[in-house]
C-alpha cells in the first residue's frame, strides 16, 4: 500500500530534479509529482510525495517539514484522501435538515445577445409586454 504526503509552500521555479535529490536523501523509495498550473503549467506551488511504507513516511514528514528548501520552509503532512472534498457533504458538521434549492446555473457573457433577453429579467419582461399589448390609447 503507498502512502501519500503532501508537500507545499514550494518556492517559485524550483528544480524538481533537484528537489528529487532531497528526497532520495531521506528514502530511495520516495516518488514525486509537483501539481502544475493547467494554463501556465508552472509549479503551483506544492505536490505529493508516494511511498511504500509508513516508516518512510513518517521518516520523510519528520526530516523535510520546516526543512528550508531554495529560501522556502517546507511543509510535510500526510494527504487527505482523494475523495475527501465528497465526504464533506456527509461530515457531522453539515446541515442536514438544510433544502438545496434546484437551479439552473446562469453563464452571462458581455457580449450582447440580440436573440433571447438577459435571463436574469425574462419574467419581468414577458409581464411588461403584456402590459404593454393589452394597453390601450385614448382615440
Known amino acids: ?3 501519500r504526503i503532501y508537500i507545499g509552500n514550494l518556492p517559485q521555479g524550483f528544480n ?3 528537489f528529487d535529490k532531497v528526497l532520495k536523501s ?3 523509495t520516495v516518488r514525486f509529482k509537483v501539481v502544475l498550473d493547467k494554463e501556465t503549467r508552472e509549479s503551483r ?9 509508513e516508516e518512510n513516511a513518517n521518516l520523510l514528514i519528520q526530516k523535510l517539514n520546516g526543512f ?4 522556502s520552509k517546507l511543509r510535510v503532512e500526510l494527504s487527505e484522501k482523494k475523495d ?3 465526504n464533506r457533504k ?5 446541515n442536514k435538515n438544510k433544502k438545496s434549492k434546484d437551479f439552473k446555473k446562469i453563464v452571462h457573457s ?8 438577459d435571463p436574469r429579467w425574462a419574467g419581468e419582461l414577458s409581464k411588461l409586454k403584456d402590459l404593454l399589448a393589452n394597453q390601450k390609447t385614448p382615440a
Open 1 to 3: 500500500m503507498s502512502i
Open 16 to 18: 524538481p530534479k533537484e
Open 26 to 28: 531521506v528514502s530511495e
Open 45 to 53: 506551488g506544492f505536490g505529493f510525495a508516494t511511498t511504500n511504507n
Open 68 to 71: 528550508e528548501f531554495n529560501g
Open 84 to 86: 475527501s472534498a465528497s
Open 90 to 94: 456527509n461530515s457531522p458538521h453539515s
Open 110 to 117: 458581455d457580449a450582447p445577445n440580440l436573440e433571447a433577453p
